[in-house]
């Protein structure tokens, strides 16, 4: 099973930036896909970004060019590196990690969240 632990988030202006990261760690064989997901108040959780373990990228539109999605395999992390961050972007950002285990399994696994508030 996957442990994933976030960081960072926090409190900025708009037009700000922000980094969040997830270090993974538990027992697997490795991981494949690595994301970011969000969820405003009131409102259904979102894919902001996911990264393959080749390194390709996928973005919600509504980040696109303001985002930017990393990973480092050898540490198990991913990051996350919001800029130009506007009030709408306020929300829970969740880490998750797709696992493979013994004997075929997939397991995917989801950070407690941290809060990233976007205010003046």
């Known amino acids: 099973q996957v442990h994933l632990e976030e960081s960072g988030g926090g409190l900025v202006q708009p037009g700000g930036s922000l980094r969040v990261s997830c270090a993974a760690s538990g027992s697997f064989v490795s991981i494949g896909s690595m994301g970011w997901y969000r969820r405003a108040s009131e409102k259904v959780s979102e894919l902001v970004a996911s990264i393959t373990i080749d390194g390709t990228t996928n973005y919600a539109e509504a980040v696109k060019g303001r985002f930017t999605i990393s990973r480092d395999n050898a540490k198990n992390t991913v990051t996350l590196q919001m800029n130009s961050l506007k009030p709408e972007d306020t929300a829970v950002y969740y880490c998750?990690?797709?696992?493979?285990?013994?004997?075929?399994?997939?397991?995917?696994?989801w950070g407690p969240g941290t809060q990233v508030t976007v205010s003046s």
């Open positions: 998750t990690a797709e696992t493979n285990l013994l004997y075929g399994k997939k397991y995917t696994g």
